[in-house]
């Protein structure tokens, strides 16, 4: 697991770990804010809930990475954070972690740093949830997502994972996929997408 540039050490030493398993709830919307967390290993997703109890899932977080980072703004969590794997996540303390952004210049820098590229990231899903056709949506998420080598797109879950997270159906998805591979756009394994075609 690498762990994000921007938190101290003083920080790390001060984080304490809760393992959770597959479905387990970390936090709910509208709980208090206790801090941000950083999922050490496993993954954890961010959702809402419509009336309806329709799950829309916000991101997947992974090794490493942290989530509700806009708790540390505000008294309540904003969304729903649930273990989809066996998970360990690590709470760094909100007043701790202020407190180190007003006195660090550095760790504060390299944290907006790290919401500018969520930003980005969340711009760019937007633009590709706005995409009408579900093969353009593929094709769009496969060219923004390509390997150095400009023709592999690893897989970091799984396709159910990779369908939320491009707010379609696990059955398009997998029609998409199987027509783009049939047409000789792609060729897919467990692990990556192959693109074979310039996109």
Not at 112 to 123: E, F, G, N, P, Y
Not at 152 to 157: D, I, R
Request: charged share 25%; hydrophobic share 45%.
């Amino acid at each position: 697991m690498s762990e994000p540039d921007w938190i101290p050490a003083s920080v790390r030493a001060a984080g304490t770990e809760r393992a959770l398993v597959a479905g387990e709830t970390l936090f709910r919307q509208g709980a208090q804010t206790a801090g941000l967390y950083q999922v050490v290993h496993g993954k954890v997703r961010l959702a809402r809930f419509d009336r309806a109890g329709r799950e829309a899932v916000l991101h997947t977080a992974s090794d490493g990475e942290t989530i509700a980072e806009a708790s540390l703004f505000s008294p309540t969590y904003h969304c729903e954070a649930i273990a989809t794997t066996d998970a360990t996540v690590r709470l760094y303390p909100k007043a701790l972690v202020m407190a180190e952004l007003q006195h660090n210049p550095s760790a504060a820098n390299a944290f907006m740093a790290m919401l500018a590229r969520q930003i980005m990231t969340l711009r760019t899903s937007i633009e590709q949830r706005n995409i009408r056709s579900a093969c353009d949506r593929v094709r769009h998420y496969l060219a923004v997502n390509l390997a150095e080598d400009r023709r592999t797109v690893p897989l970091a879950g799984s396709l159910k994972d990779l369908a939320a997270s491009l707010g379609l159906t696990h059955e398009a998805l997998y029609r998409t996929l199987a027509q783009m591979q049939s047409s000789g756009e792609i060729e897919r394994s467990e692990r990556e997408i192959r693109v074979l075609k310039a996109i």
